[in-house]
């Protein structure tokens, strides 16, 4: 059972910059596909950034392309998503998502809960001035 913990949210000022972790234990997160997706306030969920776990290229909405940036660090069985030029309109909590797919825009044009999936526990992000 893959478990997911995703840290480094916290408040920042717009055209700041936040870097969020999902640390996988239970199994290895190069395994899966790694979808980023939020959920802002009144809004639908999200799915902001998709990462492929076999090395294709990561798929990122419109709304953040440009600015945010997915990673893998295998050996610590950690994904990142570095957040630049945060806008008021990214505040929302962000959550990390395991699949095993490797359709990374269905992934994330579809951010639904899946049978199989692993989530983390979401991560608040507030951008504020």
């Known amino acids: 059972q893959v478990q997911l913990v995703e840290s480094g949210g916290g408040l920042v000022q717009p055209g700041g910059s936040l870097t969020l972790s999902c640390e996988a234990s239970g199994g290895l997160l190069d395994w899966y596909a790694v979808a980023w997706f939020r959920r802002i306030p009144g809004k639908e969920r999200e799915g902001v950034a998709c990462?492929?776990?076999?090395?294709?290229?990561?798929y990122y909405a419109d709304s953040v392309k440009g600015r945010l940036a997915g990673s893998r660090d295998s050996a610590k069985n950690t994904v990142y998503l570095k957040m630049n030029n945060l806008m008021p309109e990214d505040t929302g909590v962000y959550y990390c998502?395991?699949?095993?797919?490797?359709?990374?825009?269905?992934?994330?044009?579809?951010?639904?809960?899946?049978?199989?999936?692993?989530w983390g526990q979401g991560t608040q992000v507030n951008v504020t001035s």
């Open positions: 990462i492929s776990k076999v090395g294709d290229p990561t």
């Open positions: 998502v395991a699949v095993n797919t490797r359709d990374m825009e269905r992934l994330c044009t579809h951010p639904g809960r899946r049978s199989g999936d692993y």
